[in-house]
């Protein structure tokens, strides 16, 4: 992207793509929120409208009809939008972990024939298969194998994957495995990644799962059934997966943080508006300094998380070694989103715990940000190791 930007500023691109998806976030996407929530059913319509914008290749490299964001328009379409629903930025940034797989690790052939239309259309959706029931922070401990069948040139996959999101909607996943070598045993140099669509003989889908939060936001596992996936299927050599996927963890990482600081700042918003406007002795509760000081923390604790968030970005872009500044911006980031939205419910009082505000499903979606893409615990273990060097 062109034009210059000092500091954490953006530039005038990077800030006309922000006001666009803000807008349409506040028009699009909030009004259908609730429902979605509710009915715990992902808006199909929203998604369909967010390839008209050319977000669903937000990640894909221009030469395939992309949007080729760097770091920063990424962070701040994915602010803009968790301002509007977490579980539809959610969605969009797997689908952009999918693409972003194959752009950076697929072939000419792979790259040409998947992503000019999940740019473009957004379909097939993406999904990223890395967890599992038993590997979750640990996914080097993964048990999913593919066997290489030579008569065949294809691999057969064999495992079960968790926590899937756009797992009934998917059409196409990123799959993580162990390559069985017949003369040793699976380990995690063995781990690759494989492209496997979701129509292929053996690609299960298990059960949606029944969440706390982010219930629109369509989760299952996968199986998979001596499922063959064509040996050109394969996104890195044996041995090369487990890097690729904690790259491409880093990477989304900034996008989870980004989230988190959107959903804060929709609470604090949310918190600020019912202040002005509910009355308690005679005058409205914005007046009463408790009620100032709350929300004078929540904002401070907001733009804290988003500056974290732009020094990720600006190391990413820079070429610098981004680990650890996107691990704090996650860690810091996701921590303020449980704070603001824990304040604002606190705010709205009795009625902050209804349905009737935004701010109890704010509050219900903030937790995960302290999960996926590597819980706080992790960040933390992270950060550590950039502090001694190690």
Known sequence: MTGARVGSALTDEQQAVRDLVAEFAAEEVRPTAAEADETETFPEDVWDELAELGLTGLTVPEEYGGFGADETTYAVVNEALAHGSLAVATALSVHCLATSCIAEFGTDEQREAWLPEMAETGRPVGMFCLSEPHAGSNPAEMSTTATYDPETDEYALNGEKQWITNGNRGGVAIVFAKVDDPDREPDDDAITQFLVPADTDGFEVGKKEEKLGLRASDTTGISFDGCRVPAENRLTEPGKGL????????????GIAAQAVGVAQAALDEAKSYATEREQFDRPIADIQTIRHKLAEMATDVSAARLLVREACRQAEAG????????????????????VTNEAVQIHGGYGYTTEFDVERLYRDAKITEIYEGTTEIQKTIIARGVFGE
């Open 243 to 254: 890097s690729a996927a904690f790259r491409t963890l880093t990477e989304g990482r900034i």
């Open 320 to 339: 610098e070694d981004y680990r650890v500044a996107a691990s704090k911006a996650k860690y810091r980031a996701s921590e303020a989103a449980m704070s």
